[in-house]
C-alpha cells in the first residue's frame, strides 16, 4: 500500500531496514539466547542517526515525529523486537523531557540522547502500581534544593544500561494521582540502584530491571513540569508512544507473515508446496491482511499526532491495541504454519511469537487501552447531549 | 593524504542474466550495488581520512545508474564522486577499462593511494587494479588485508597469502586492492544519505578525458570473451561392500589411489 512518505521518510525506512538485515539479522538468535543487552548494535544505530530523528532540531536531533520514530520500530521490530524495544525504550524516556522538560533540561540531556552517549529510560510501574497509576508508592520529598526519593520500580525497559531516568514518584501522596511528579534521575546518583535483571519470555536482548531508591536527592531542578503533572505528564507521554509499540507489533507481524510465506513455498507435502493448499492460503490471506490495516491505522495515528492534533488518546489507543492484537494473531498463525519447525528454536518465528505477546502488555494492557477508547467514546457522546 | 578509491556498480540480485550473444551480463534494473570489495576500499580510504587528513573520491566508470553509487559513495563520507560516462565506453574490456580509469584519475590530479576492491562480484576478473596501476606508473600491492603504517613516502601493510601473510612496504604514490577481510563498511547515517541526495556529482565523457574512441568499448578492447558456459558438475558416487573393516581398508586404497593420503 502507498502511505506517501517523504524522501526522509523513505530514506530512514531503508536505511532502518538496511541496519536490520545486515546487522541485527546475524546476532539476533544469539542475543535471545544468551539475554544480551544490543549496546554495539545501538551504537551502530546511534551513529547512523537513528537515535537523533526524535529530537528537536535545536538539540541535535532531526526533528522528526511520531511517524518517523515509528517507521525505525517497525523495521527493526521485522527482525528483532527485543532490539526494537532498547531502541523505543529509549525514546519513550526522552518524550517528557521534550514535551515537559525545561530549556535548561533540554539542553543539558538531549543532546546526549541525540548522539546517543546516553541513553533513556522512563518508570512509572511498581508492585502495587501499573495501569493504576494513582497507587504509586515511591516517595519524594522536598527537603531544600533537593528531593529524596524512596521506593521500588520494576519491570523498567533500558533499566541499568540507560543513564537519564523520568520517574513518576509521589510528591504529595495525600492528593493520590494529582500527587504525583516526574523527576529525572541520572544513574550513579547516590541512593538509586539497580534490583535484579529479570528473565522475560520474549524481547530477551533488552534489559528489564529493577530501579531502586533509597534515601536518593536529587536537585530540585530535576523536576519535569510542576509538582503535581507527573501523572498527566505520564499519561501524556504513553498517548505519543503507543503508536511506536503498534508499529513494533507491526513490524514483528510482518517478519512472522514474511517467514510464513517462504516457508509455506517451500515446505513439500502430498507432493507439492503447502502454499498451494487453500486452507494455507487463506490464513497467509488474513494475516497479511491484518497486518496491513494495522500499518494503516498505526500511520494514521502517528499522522495525527504530527500533525499538531490537541487530542489523540483515542488514536494512539486504537493503533496500540489493534496492532498489537494482530501480531500475537499473526504470529501464533506464523508458528502454524511452520508446524514442528515453527516450534523450534531454528526457526525465527517461535520468538516472533514470544515478542508479540509483550505488545498487548506494555505501555497500558490492551485492556486498559481499550478503557481509554471507551472513555473518550462516551464522553463525546455525553458532551453532545 | 588523498585517496581514490574505484567503485563499480554490480547487480544486487543473486539471479543474473547473461547475454547467450555477447557472453556479458544482461544489465539495467533497479537492483544495483556497489561491489562489496570497493566497499572494504572505500572503508579504508574514509578510515586514512580519518586518520590522516585529507580527502577521499570516489570514481567509477559506467552508466549514468552509476551515479546513484557513487552517491551512496558520498552518504558514506567520500568527498567528491566522478563518474566516466560514454556510450564509447560500452563493453570495455578490463584493460580499456582501466586505460579510462587512469586518464580519469590523471585529471584528478595525482592522489597519494588508490584504493580498489580486489575483483568485482560480477566480472571476477580482478586485473583492473594491477592494469590501473601499470598506466598510472606507480607500484601496486594486491590483496591488502591490513594497513600497518603510514608515514612519509611508503606505506606499510599486510597482504594475504594463502596461509599466513605477507607483510610489505610500498612507496608513495601506489595502488593496493584489499581483500574483504581488512574491514567491515560501515552503514551510512541519515544525515549522510539526505545531504547526498544533493550532491553533484562529475560526469566525464571520452572527450573530457581525451580518449581515443577506438581503442575503448567493445571494439577496440583487445580481450574478447570467447564462450561463458556453465561448468558441467560430474560427482560419481561408490558404494562400497562388504564387512567395515574390509571398506576402511578399501577406502584407504583408493584414498591413496587419488594421491589424497
Known sequence: MEYFLNEQQQTLRSLARKIAEQRILPVRAELDEKEEFPWELIREMASSDLLRIFIPEEYEGLGGGCLDLCLVMEELSRVCGGVAISYGANALGALPLINYGSEEQKRKYLPDIASGKRLAAFAVTEATAGSDAANIRTTAVRANRHYVLNGTKQFITNGGEAEIYSVVVMTDPARGSRGASALIVEKGTPGFSFGKKEKKMGIRASSTRELVFHDCRVPAENLIGREGQGFIIAIRTLDRSRPGVGAQAVGIAQGALEASVEYARQRIQFGHPISAIQAVQHMLADMATQVEAARALVYAAARTIDAGAKSFSEEAAMAKVFATDTAMRVTTDAVQILGGAGYMRDYPVEKMMRDAKITQIYEGTNQVVRNTIALELLKRKAMRE | ?261
Open chain 2, 1 to 261: 593524504m588523498n585517496v581514490v578509491v574505484c567503485l563499480k556498480q554490480v547487480p544486487g540480485k543473486f539471479k543474473i542474466e547473461i547475454d547467450p550473444q555477447t557472453g556479458t551480463l544482461v544489465k539495467g534494473g533497479t537492483d544495483n550495488m556497489i561491489n562489496p570489495f570497493d566497499m572494504n576500499a572505500l572503508e579504508e580510504a574514509m578510515r586514512l581520512k580519518e586518520k590522516h587528513g585529507g580527502k577521499v573520491s570516489a570514481i567509477s566508470m559506467g552508466p549514468s545508474e552509476a551515479k546513484e553509487s557513487l552517491r551512496e559513495a558520498i552518504a558514506l563520507g567520500a568527498d567528491e564522486a566522478v563518474l566516466l560516462c560514454d556510450p564509447a565506453f560500452d563493453g570495455s574490456d578490463t584493460w580499456a577499462t582501466s586505460h579510462i580509469l587512469s586518464l580519469g584519475i590523471r585529471k584528478l590530479g595525482q592522489p597519494d593511494m588508490v584504493i580498489c576492491g580486489r575483483q568485482t562480484i560480477d566480472g571476477e576478473t580482478g586485473q583492473v587494479g594491477p592494469e590501473l596501476a601499470e598506466m598510472l606508473g606507480l607500484p601496486f600491492v594486491s590483496c591488502v588485508s591490513r594497513i600497518e603504517e603510514v608515514a612519509e613516502g611508503h606505506v606499510k601493510m599486510q597482504r594475504m597469502a594463502e596461509e599466513g601473510h605477507h607483510v610489505v612496504e610500498m612507496q608513495l604514490p601506489g595502488v593496493i586492492s584489499v581483500v574483504k577481510e581488512i574491514n567491515v563498511p560501515r552503514l551510512p547515517s541519515l544525515r549522510g544519505l539526505m545531504q547526498s541526495k544533493k550532491a553533484s556529482i562529475t560526469v566525464w565523457n571520452a572527450r573530457e578525458l581525451g580518449v581515443d574512441v577506438a581503442m575503448v568499448g567493445s571494439k577496440g578492447s583487445p580481450g574478447r570473451l570467447v564462450k561463458v558456459s556453465r561448468p558441467q558438475r560430474s560427482t560419481r558416487q561408490e558404494l562400497l561392500q562388504g564387512s567395515l573393516e574390509s571398506q576402511v581398508e578399501q577406502l584407504i586404497g583408493k584414498l591413496r589411489e587419488a594421491k589424497i593420503l
